[in-house]
């Protein structure tokens, strides 16, 4: 797999943190803690959307005080990318149209890789297809 683009070294210090306290690196794990760790506004409350002792999602932590227009587009695609989850009534906000309209987009493909990764491998430039079309 490629090399992981963090969008700060906190971010990156964040998600390897919470790898190690979960004690888990599966790639909904991934997915769920490199996508919150994007934003200090998340990483500070992650404890209101991940519960560390059943490692389920909270959802409720979407209706906090401190969530910004941003921080509910990430915290709606870490949902997501862990199980699913669009709130219901509100699925519409959980689709890429509403989500990528952000300044974390960028961040949001990596956090597809990191959960999907056997299916968003490296796509070959067109000047490696020609390459193997002249062999």
């Known amino acids: 797999m490629a090399e992981i683009r963090f969008s700060s070294r906190e971010h990156k210090n964040f998600f390897y943190a919470m790898l190690q306290t979960c004690g888990n690196t599966d790639n909904y ?25 059943t490692h389920q999602i909270k959802p409720e932590g ?33 689709t890429p149209y509403e989500l990528f309209d952000c300044s ?9 890789r990191q959960r999907y990764p056997e299916f968003c491998k490296e796509l070959p430039t067109d ?6 079309r002249q062999r």
């Open 29 to 53: 794990h991934r997915a769920f803690f490199y996508c919150i760790g994007i934003s200090d506004t998340a990483r500070g409350n992650v404890g209101q959307l991940f519960d560390f002792e």
């Open 62 to 94: 979407l209706h906090e005080a401190w969530q910004t227009g941003g921080t509910m587009r990430l915290t709606r695609l870490a949902f997501n990318l862990w199980n699913g989850y669009a709130e219901p009534g509100e699925e519409g906000m959980s």
């Open 104 to 112: 974390y987009a960028p961040y949001f493909y990596e956090a597809i």
């Open 127 to 132: 000047k490696e297809k020609y390459k193997e």
